[in-house]
């Protein structure tokens, strides 16, 4: 069965050092999503991606985040001056593209710990 | 803006049957998800509703009411296996984020 993957698995950083977050999105999938945990939390949107461009994005997503695909199978995140409380789970999900209700496939995450 | 309800945490035995209740405000609506998820772990998809009614997935099972604003996931024939979190999830008209309630930590005992 086909899978969102994403690396790395645990992302270790400094404070005000920029991440980039990986994910390989289920192939014919065409709307791409990034959520984030913080321990003991809620799962909180941060943005959603379609058509090469974001198609929405939450208050959480400033300008400290910026979203890409630099290929046809990579989607990134990328975290440009860390701070402690950007540390957090971050989930990369997809949906197949249609204007059916689908479920979204969550990735198993990249665990980033800012320091 | 959205809320969603659900209770912190639950405890049930193995071999019984769990009712986790979900209740939301939205400022539209196109859709009601459940998910299941282990500590540490990604969400996994259980079930989704769109129209009222029952949902029926082998053990789970998961209930719509739109008009109250209310949703509940059955889990039969429990296994210790199902400890986990259950988070309910609102997808808003328009759009095709999701927004999570906090979870409902649900604890199987033998």
């Known amino acids: 069965e086909p899978e969102v993957t994403q690396t790395p698995s645990h992302q270790v950083t400094q404070m005000g050092q920029e991440v980039i977050l990986r994910c390989v999105p289920i192939?014919?999938?065409?709307?791409f999503y990034w959520y984030r945990q913080i321990l003991g939390q809620k799962v909180e949107f941060l943005v959603s991606f379609y058509n090469n461009e974001i198609s929405e994005k939450s208050e959480i997503f400033d300008d400290q985040f910026s979203v890409e695909r630099p290929d046809g199978s990579n989607f990134t995140l990328k975290i440009r001056s860390t701070k402690l409380e950007d540390s957090a789970m971050y989930f990369c999900?997809?949906?197949?593209?249609?204007?059916?209700?689908?479920?979204?496939?969550f990735g198993p995450g990249t665990r980033l710990t800012v320091t | 803006g959205q809320n969603i309800d659900q209770p912190t945490e639950m405890t049930a035995t193995e071999g019984a049957i769990v009712q986790i209740n979900c209740t939301y405000q939205t400022s539209g609506f196109n859709g009601l998800f459940w998910y299941q998820q282990h500590a540490g772990e990604a969400p996994t998809f259980l079930s989704y509703n769109v129209l009222d009614g029952l949902e029926e997935k082998g053990r789970f099972s998961s209930f719509l009411s739109r008009s109250k604003g209310y949703s509940y996931l059955l889990l039969k024939e429990l296994q210790m296996k199902d400890s986990a979190s259950y988070l309910c999830a609102v997808r808003p008209t328009g759009r095709r984020a999701l927004t999570f309630g906090s979870g409902t930590r649900l604890q199987v005992q033998p």
């Open positions: 999900a997809s949906t197949p593209g249609g204007g059916s209700v689908h479920e979204q496939y």
């Open positions: 192939s014919n999938h065409l709307y």
